[in-house]
């Protein structure tokens, strides 16, 4: 069936999910999910530096010193969204753990369902 | 620095005159997209990401992708053969798939390389699913916008998915066509599966101008089934700017996307939400019918009545063109060999590949020529688009008899 969300139509229907998020392929799941984590470690890593060579790059067009980026004081507004921000990545980071199970075998399981 | 510019002002620019290398002729009438997001522009015909941190995290997952598939996987291969060695298999012998899986599925490389992957993608899937829903009002009102704007009609058909298509092929949460913004998903996930080396849709020009023209050189009207984003559907307008072109897709997110991309690019193609093997157009209706890896994508007896309706849907001299990644899957020389086996079970059940074991399975050449066609056999007779490798495989064609 097509659903809707409020009064719009989106023309999605229901689908048949994958169990590929219940694998554990290392025989502990602990260990997948850790795997998780530092794949995504790496691509934050990553978008971070990216900005930050893009921000450094356009700095120092305007004439501003690396000493004025360690010296910077923030607001409390700042604050604010940067901890809302950061708990997002924390998010990103770890919510997997709770959730993946490791009920199929990467091993035995190998016929999905 | 690649430079960023509209896509509208590149169709303005061309104007009517014929289109320069790698972009689009201009449709008729070209009328902005209404509600375009485009925060960040265009390169070329693909609008950037709309974060710059949702592109530095796509930009280094198509690196590690880069890494998985190519020194993490003959990493995986080598310790496959090893393994295989010890049991007094090599790669290239027949053996059963179930012995090769068992044996190999404990290796530590081999597993690494599967959970990577999978996990990778996963990753990828949630981070592009996390800007689309997360934006849920504006990127709706942006698809609403184009489904009432032309040029090009857009047709949906509300009811008609069978559950083989429902299936998260990839792990695309959702499939095609369980979420709204499966055509966003997939775009920008497969821009990832290619490496990087598709943003400009190169590798669906590459096969738009490899389809044979019929015989009388007549080319009005034609089909792309299982078009997903219309991709190779505005690429064989390019090439043939006075056909009326059409791509079908059992996705309607998937349609919406093309249609609103097309739209966007001011290309006048047509998009209808329908099933390959019941398209719903008249007999004798197309001069050409072509699909892209989609027979891989559908069960067995999908496949088949798909090849009866291209059949049926062509005109008398009309080409059939499906390519896909193994143009014979039933006759591959390595087809049941141990190495096979090992990559077979990878994509089948962690890039959930949920119809693999059906296309290997399944004769959909043989049935070109059952169902009527003359089928040349491209493989031989060297036409066609070289699908693994350049110099390897290539695809065969199916030509409807006058
Ligand atoms: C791998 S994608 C094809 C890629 C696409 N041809 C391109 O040019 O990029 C498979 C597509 O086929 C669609 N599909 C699957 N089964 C179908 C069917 N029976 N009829 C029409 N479309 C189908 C899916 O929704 C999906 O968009």
Same mark, same amino acid.
């Given at each position: 069936m097509a659903e809707t969300k409020g009064n719009r139509p989106t023309y999605a229907t229901d689908f048949i999910t994958t169990d !590929?998020?219940?694998?554990t392929f290392f025989g502990n799941v602990h260990i997948d999910n850790m795997m998780t984590t530092l794949l995504a470690m790496g691509n934050e890593l990553w978008v971070q530096r990216k900005r930050q060579h893009i921000l450094e790059a356009l700095l120092a067009e305007k004439g501003v010193k690396p000493e004025a980026i360690e010296k910077y004081v923030a607001t409390p507004a700042q604050e604010q969204a940067w901890a809302k921000e950061r708990d997002v990545l924390v998010a990103r980071l770890w919510s997997h753990h709770d959730k993946n199970t490791g009920e199929y075998n990467f091993a035995s399981d190998w016929n999905g369902k | 620095m690649s430079k960023v510019f509209s896509r509208r002002s590149i169709m303005n620019a061309i104007g009517g005159t014929a289109a320069a290398a790698g972009f689009f002729r201009p449709g008729t009438a070209v009328a902005k997209l209404k509600?375009? !997001?485009? /925060?960040? =522009? %265009?390169?070329g015909t693909l609008e950037r990401l709309p974060t710059l941190d949702l592109d530095s995290y796509d930009d280094f997952s198509t690196a590690t992708r880069i890494w998985i598939n190519g020194d993490l996987t003959r990493a995986s291969e080598q310790r496959a053969a090893e393994i295989l060695k010890s049991h007094g298999v090599k790669p290239t012998d027949k053996v059963s798939f179930e012995d090769t899986v068992r044996w190999v599925a404990d290796d530590p490389i081999i597993a690494l390389r599967s959970a990577s992957w999978q996990r990778l993608q996963w990753h990828m899937w949630q981070e592009l699913r996390r800007e689309f829903h997360g934006n849920f009002d504006a990127y709706m009102s942006e698809l609403e916008a184009a489904d009432a704007s032309g040029p090009g009609v857009l047709e949906l058909n509300p009811g008609i998915e069978p559950e083989y298509t429902k299936h998260e092929i990839h792990m695309q949460p959702g499939g095609y066509t369980g979420d709204p913004f499966a055509g966003h998903l997939y775009h920008y996930g497969t821009n990832n599966f290619y490496n990087g080396t598709n943003h400009q849709d190169q590798r669906h020009t590459a096969l738009a101008g490899a389809v044979p023209v019929p015989a009388d050189g007549k080319v009005r009207r034609i089909l792309d089934m299982g078009c997903s984003c219309g991709q190779q559907v505005t690429a064989l307008k390019q090439r043939f700017p006075d056909a009326e072109v059409w791509g079908i897709d059992i996705g309607a997110p998937m349609v919406r996307y093309a249609h609103m991309r097309a739209v966007d690019l001011g290309i006048d193609v047509n998009f209808r939400h329908a099933l390959a093997e019941q398209t719903g157009f008249p007999d004798g209706h197309f001069d050409m019918v072509t699909s892209y890896i989609l027979h891989h994508e559908v069960t067995a007896a999908a496949s088949l009545q798909i090849v009866k309706e291209a059949h049926r849907i062509l005109r008398p001299g009309g080409v059939f063109y499906p390519v896909d990644i193994y143009p014979s899957p039933t006759n591959r %020389?390595?087809? =049941?060999?141990a190495i096979r086996h090992v990559r077979d079970w990878m994509t089948h059940r962690w890039n959930h590949e949920r119809w693999w074991n059906d296309y290997l399975t399944t004769d959909y050449i043989g049935e070109i020529a059952r169902v009527g066609f003359t089928l040349q056999d491209a493989a031989r007779?060297?036409? =066609?688009? /070289?699908?693994?490798? /350049?110099?390897g495989p290539r695809n065969p064609l199916g030509i409807k008899p006058v």
């Open positions: !590929i998020e219940k694998v | 509600k375009d !997001i485009e /925060p960040r =522009g %265009s390169n %020389s390595d087809h =049941g060999t007779e060297g036409v =066609g688009y /070289p699908m693994v490798a /350049p110099g």
